[in-house]
């Protein structure tokens, strides 16, 4: 089933492991990152979250 | 050629306040040594980790953007690496532009 994250394009392009209120939204309740056919973003676009979210994680913000 | 790059670090939360001076005057002075610029500086303040680093739960994060030519971040590396009140540190090419606040400076813990 998809997923609506209520982002527009703009929170998209600010993706950042700074913004860490966007990347909770692309991983689920045991910190997993949600895949991409479910939250239906651009290939382009998932790269840039996984790479964030893995950089939150490693600073100990997510 | 010069890049944009930012470093966010993690101190141990628990310096006191002379020992913070040290600290930052070091890192300044390490990027007046390599003729870098500080371009902006943020103080994240003391967060709550999720995970412990080093025995510590809690963490002093700092936050530069400065601009340098591709040598500089290999040096800084090192630096922070043997610095003992460092607890963990990240450098990357900056997306961002040189003066652009984070998200995180507004972000209680």
């Known amino acids: ?62 | 050629m010069t890049n944009i790059y930012e470093t966010t670090m993690i101190v141990k939360p628990d310096l006191g306040n002379d020992e913070v001076k040290n600290l930052s005057s070091s890192i300044e002075g390490f990027f007046n040594e390599n003729n870098v610029v500080i371009g902006y500086k943020e103080d994240w303040g003391i967060k709550n980790l999720k995970f412990s680093i080093k025995k510590y739960s809690k963490g002093s994060f700092k936050f530069i953007r400065f601009i340098s030519d591709p040598y500089f971040p290999k040096k800084l590396d090192n630096f922070l690496k043997f610095n003992s009140d460092c607890l963990r540190f990240l450098i990357i090419k900056s997306e961002n532009e040189l003066e652009e606040p984070t998200p995180q400076i507004n972000k209680e813990n």
């Open chain 1, 1 to 62: 089933m998809k997923k609506n994250l209520n982002l527009t394009d703009d929170d998209l392009l600010k993706v950042d492991y700074k913004n860490t209120q966007i990347l909770k939204k692309f991983s689920n309740d045991n910190n997993k990152i949600i895949p991409q056919r479910v939250t239906n973003v651009s290939r382009s676009i998932h790269t840039k979250i996984t790479a964030s979210i893995k950089r939150a994680r490693f600073l100990s913000l997510i």
